[in-house]
C-alpha cells in the first residue's frame, strides 16, 4: 500500500473511535434525562438521517476539494455537535449534527482509496477500513463503557484540566471525546492530495438533486450494482439494529448494567475484524460474490442468541456473527466501489452507496423502534431479525442467479462505462 494510505487509515480510525464513544456518551446523556427507552434506538435514527437528507449534496461537496480537506472540515462539524452536550442541549439533537459531519466524510473517507489504490487492491484495503474501522468500534464502545462507569467518572472529575472545565460525569466523558476528535484532525492535515480532480460541481440545488437521482439509477439499473447495492444497503441496515439489539439482549438476557452491556457490541465487532482480515487476504475482488451465503449463515446464527443467557457462551457465538458479518460485506463494499467508480465519480458513487444504506437503517431502526415500543419480549425481535437477513439475502441470491443467465458478472466487474459523473 501507499504510504498515504496509511495515514488515511489513522485518521479514519481515530474519528470513528470518537464517534463510537459519543454513541455510548449519548445513551448515558439521555438516561440522565430519564428519556423514554425508545429514545435510545432513535439516537441512530437523528446520526443517519443526514445520509439520507443530504445525499444529493455531499457527493458534489466530496469531489470539489481534494479529499484530505474534506475530511478535515466534516471531523469539525462532528466536534460541533459533541460540543452540542456541553449546553444542554438534547442528546438527539446533538448526535444529529455530528451525523451531518459523518455524512459529508463518508464519501471522501471512502472516496480517496478509489483514487489512491488500483481496482485490485480495493477489496484488501476495504478489510484494513472495515477492520479498523471495527477496531475503533471495540474500543470506542470499551471506552463509552468505561468513561461513563461511575467510579471512573468520579477519577477523571478529579484530573485539574477536567476538574477545572467540567462539573459532570457527562462532560468528563465528553472532554475525551473531543480530544480525540482532534488527534483524528492533525491526521487529516497529513493526507495527501492524490492528484485527481472532477469536473466543476453544480451548485444548484435542482441540478444536484437531478444528477444524484441520474446517478442512483445508474447504479441500480446495473446488472452488478444492483446486486452489490442490494447486499450492502441490507447489511448495514442490520448493522445498526444489531447494535443497539445486542445492548438490549445483554440487559436483558445476560443481567447486565448499562456500562457493561455498552460494550457487549465490541465482541462483535472482533468478529468483524477477523472476517474482514480473511476477506482482504483471500478473497479476491473477481470472487466477491461468493460470499452471499455468509449472509444467509449470519441470519441464522443471530436466532441462536434466544437460548444464551450466559456471558461465556455468548462471547464466542457473538464472535462468530462479527465473522460471518465480516466475511460477508467487506468484499460486497469492495465491488460496489469499484463498479460505482466505474459508472461515475467516487464521491458520486459512494454517496448513492450512503443514500440507500441509510435508507435501509432509518427504516430498520424505525421499525425496531416500533417493536421496542410495543414492549415485545427481545428473543420475538432478534428472531424477526434473523429472519429477515436470511431471506432477503436468498432473495438477492436468486436476482442475481436471474442476471448471471443473461450476463457474465466477470466481464462486468471489469467493463468500464462512465454513465455518470
Not at 67 to 93: A, E, Q, W, Y
Not at 199 to 218: E, M, R, V, Y
Not at 298 to 324: D, K, Q
Amino acid at each position: 500500500m501507499k504510504r498515504g494510505f496509511y495515514t488515511i487509515m489513522s485518521a479514519q480510525f481515530f474519528s470513528s473511535l470518537a464517534d463510537s464513544t459519543l454513541l455510548i456518551a449519548a445513551i448515558f446523556a439521555l438516561k440522565t434525562i430519564d428519556a423514554p427507552g425508545w429514545m435510545t434506538p432513535m439516537l441512530k435514527f437523528f446520526f443517519v438521517a443526514s445520509y439520507v437528507l443530504l445525499a444529493a449534496f455531499v457527493g458534489a461537496f466530496s469531489d470539489s476539494m481534494p479529499k484530505g480537506r474534506v475530511m478535515f472540515i466534516t471531523n469539525l462539524i462532528k466536534i460541533s455537535g459533541c460540543s452540542l452536550m456541553f449546553f444542554d442541549v438534547h442528546p438527539l439533537i446533538a448526535y444529529g449534527v455530528a451525523g451531518i459531519g459523518a455524512a459529508a466524510y463518508s464519501p471522501a473517507k471512502y472516496g480517496i482509496l478509489t483514487e489512491l489504490l488500483p481496482p485490485e487492491k480495493l477489496v484488501a484495503a476495504n478489510g484494513w477500513v472495515e477492520g479498523l474501522t471495527v477496531a475503533s468500534i471495540i474500543l470506542g464502545t470499551g471506552l463509552g463503557g468505561v468513561l461513563i462507569n461511575p467510579l471512573v467518572a468520579t477519577r477523571l472529575l478529579n484530573l485539574p484540566i477536567i476538574n477545572y472545565f467540567d462539573r459532570s460525569p457527562l462532560e468528563a466523558a465528553l472532554t475525551i471525546i473531543m480530544m480525540i476528535y482532534i488527534v483524528a484532525l492533525l491526521f487529516n492535515l497529513f493526507i495527501p492530495d492524490t492528484g485527481a480532480r472532477y469536473k466543476k460541481q453544480a451548485t444548484n440545488p435542482i441540478k444536484l438533486i437531478s444528477d444524484f437521482t441520474h446517478c442512483c439509477t445508474a447504479l441500480w439499473s446495473d446488472k452488478l450494482g444492483q446486486i452489490t447495492l442490494g447486499i450492502t444497503t441490507l447489511f448495514w441496515g442490520a448493522g445498526a439494529v444489531l447494535q443497539f439489539l445486542v445492548i438490549h439482549w445483554a440487559t436483558v438476557s445476560l443481567h447486565l448494567p448499562l456500562d457493561k452491556a455498552a460494550s457487549i457490541p465490541a465482541i462483535s465487532a472482533l468478529g468483524i475484524a477477523l472476517g474482514a482480515y480473511a476477506a482482504g487476504r483471500y478473497i479476491p475482488l473477481k470472487k466477491s460474490l461468493s460470499v452471499m451465503p455468509y449472509g444467509v449463515a449470519m441470519g441464522v446464527v443471530v436466532m441462536s442468541m434466544t437460548m444464551v443467557n450466559s456471558v461465556w457462551i455468548a462471547y464466542p457465538l457473538l464472535v462468530l456473527i462479527g465473522a460471518l458479518a465480516g466475511i460477508f460485506v467487506v468484499p460486497m463494499n469492495a465491488l460496489l466501489q469499484h463498479r460505482g467508480h466505474v459508472l461515475m465519480s467516487a464521491g458520486h458513487s459512494i454517496s448513492v452507496q450512503n443514500f440507500n444504506e441509510n435508507v435501509s437503517i432509518l427504516i430498520m431502526m424505525g421499525i425496531y423502534t416500533l417493536m421496542v415500543k410495543l414492549d415485545l419480549h427481545i428473543n420475538i425481535i432478534i428472531v424477526l431479525f434473523g429472519l429477515f437477513v436470511s431471506t432477503t439475502t436468498l432473495f438477492v441470491m436468486t436476482r442475481h442467479w436471474a442476471n448471471q443467465r443473461e450476463h457474465d458478472s466477470l466481464s462486468l466487474i471489469g467493463e468500464h462505462k462512465h454513465g455518470c459523473d
